[in-house]
């Protein structure tokens, strides 16, 4: 399983980028994937996942409303709309991917319960 991050880039505050996360290995029939940050001072924190077969979506409180995460057709990426952004979302943005057969619900606290990790995009949001 490998899983390559890309879209992130510098936008400036209220702009929008979209992550794509694509899983060779990987099918979001049976996989649940999450979006994690690592934040300095805080760690990794979840930002947002899918449960696998795209049952449901979770967002942390700080992005509801402005990221959305979907699933493409093929079922091997998932995206992360990111809109409204703001200079405290800059990070680098992580996508990580799990086996599992519960179609409601996927971790999002720290990653701890998922198994293949991509290498990250930056992100950077300037004021």
């Known amino acids: 399983v490998q899983l390559v991050e890309s879209g992130g880039g510098l936008v400036q505050t209220g702009g929008s980028l979209r992550l794509s996360c694509v899983g060779l290995?990987?099918?979001?029939?049976?996989?649940?994937i999450g979006w994690f940050r690592q934040v300095p001072g805080r760690g990794r924190e979840g930002v947002s996942c899918?449960?696998?077969?795209?049952?449901?979506?979770y967002y942390q409180d700080p992005v509801k409303g402005r990221f959305t995460t979907s699933i493409s057709d093929a079922k091997n990426t998932v995206y992360m709309q990111m809109n409204t952004l703001k200079p405290e979302d800059t990070t680098v943005y992580y996508c990580?991917?799990?086996?599992?057969?519960?179609?409601?619900?996927?971790?999002?606290?720290?990653?701890?319960?998922?198994?293949?990790w991509g290498q990250g995009t930056q992100v950077t949001v300037s004021s």
């Open positions: 990580a991917a799990q086996i599992s057969e519960n179609h409601n619900y996927c971790e999002l606290d720290f990653g701890s319960e998922y198994s293949y």
């Open positions: 290995g990987v099918n979001t029939d049976d996989h649940a």
């Open positions: 899918v449960a696998s077969g795209g049952g449901a979506t």
